[in-house]
């Protein structure tokens, strides 16, 4: 084999085998439990070159196969850890590896996973944390140990590892930010939080077992800017606040951490220090490699955090990310259909339907709502700028209260779109019981649960309307949707006028259990047994009611 890689399952390890593998190298993934070749598989990693090996670097190692280059980036990465969790896998784990790789009588290198904020003196664990010392104190072994035995090894040590899948450390901050819990940061002005994406990373680690045995990289961003800028440049891609103060870290250490929600183990890596990058800088331009825009790398990294909800759930359709202050997901450019949902829900409404639909879609948040940040646009503005760079004459496909803009785009713009579909129009029909009380008050309908939105709106618990209460939490959201509600009721006559002004095919399609209260002169499919919702209940009977875009303007 051309190398192993310990940790093969965690954030980096992963990575890493993916990069080898591209390479063409055979790679020997050491894991307890193999959750990587499922990950591997679903990023579309050629996996003819991998072996899959059982280890636990807390233990001896035995009977792994002979390799030329070992690589260990296993490691407890957890805030809170006990001293002896921390030290088994970190410490005495780290120890193992080097003491197995010792035995190879064909070894390159042993690159060992360290910390950008290591140093030559003795891991204080009472201040540092486990986590932090541990990995302080691996590294002195680790070097002390390597000189004994003679092994080549190098030393990486990379600052704060951002990318698709990492939902710790920084990310913890991002999600506050989010979620409107970031009234101050800690820490001064001028704190300096580095990155790295795990796409530079994995690729500067297997440049090096080909260079030079005994040099310490210091793999991070010089151009990272301080956590202020930092935290704004995210804040003002997700269209959320940053906050303007900074609290200094010892009154964070003395305050209690149920006011600050601050991990006191965090708080270590809050300092102005700078490192000594010159040797990685030096060999990444003879590698070249090259690091991504710090700002760019963020504001991707963001958009991945939102679409997996820090960790909680999966995308239902790539790409996605904000384009400006919208939320989309699909295809910007060559849609067959776009679709916009009704209230209170967001995009990923449509994602049972999506599975259907045989060609490409648009799906975004409306302004506002859902993931999307308010604008001082009118909604029709809005949906002309989001159909602007369209190149296709897609079919768009309204629910509810969105009915009322899909309509007057499809007055205004008959030439831009090849057929319109209006699901559940609300302007045709009476509230309902989904627009009580209970809904319309916006604290309340903030604190509902999950199990609590289903009931309200008469439908089934679903990943959907999880992911419309998780939005309904954030700051302002249930406010503006409750705002939604009662200026499209107010607008129901002036919006029904215009269903005679349509030019395009139309179809009108509500549930039997929730009909139309007013006549129209255009045919109604009803779906037997649908509610108000049934691209989430029935989404395969309306698959033949939503038409064949045309492939392009014009067509």
Known sequence: MDAIVFGATGFIGRSLVAELLGRGQRVAAAVRNDTLTPWLNSHDVDTSGLTVVTADITRPLTGLPQVRDVYNTAARFAFGLGVAEARAANVTGALNVLEWAATLPGLRRLVHISGYRVSDARPDYARLGAYEASKAEADLAVRARARELEVPLTIANPSTVIGPGQVIGLAALVEDLWNGRLPALPGGPDVFLPIVTIDYFARFLA??????????????????????????TVADHMGVRAPRRTIP????????????????????????????????RAFAGAAGLEMPPAADALRAWADDLVATRFGAASPWLRPYGFRGRTWTMGDAHRPAHVLLHGLPMNADLWAPLAAHLPGPILAPDLPGLGRSAPTAQPIDAWLADLMAPVQTRPVLVAHSLACGPALRFAVEHPERISG?????????????????????????????????????????????????AADLRRSGVARRVVTALR??????A????????????????VGSADPLFVGVDHPVTEIAGAGHYPQLTHPAQLVPHLGVASTQIGG
Do not use: C
């Open 420 to 468: 319109l579909v209006l699901i559940a129009p609300a302007f045709l029909q009476a509230p309902g019981p989904r627009l009580t009380r209970s809904v319309l008050a916006a604290p309340m309908l903030r604190r509902m649960s999950a199990a609590r939105l289903a009931g309200v709106l008469d439908l089934p618990e679903s990943p959907e309307v999880a992911s419309a």
């Open 207 to 232: 440049e090096i077992p080909a260079s030079p045995a005994g040099e310490d990289y210091w793999v991070l961003d010089d151009t990272t800017p301080v956590l202020p800028e930092l935290v704004s």
């Open 487 to 492: 200026t499209s009721y107010a607008e129901r």
């Open 494 to 509: 002036r919006t029904r006028a215009l269903l005679d002004r349509v030019s395009v095919p139309i179809e009108i399609i």
């Open 249 to 280: 870290v010892g009154l964070v250490r003395r305050l209690p951490r149920k006011i600050t929600g601050a991990d006191p183990e965090t708080l270590s890596f809050l300092s102005a220090d700078r490192y000594p990058t010159a040797s990685a």
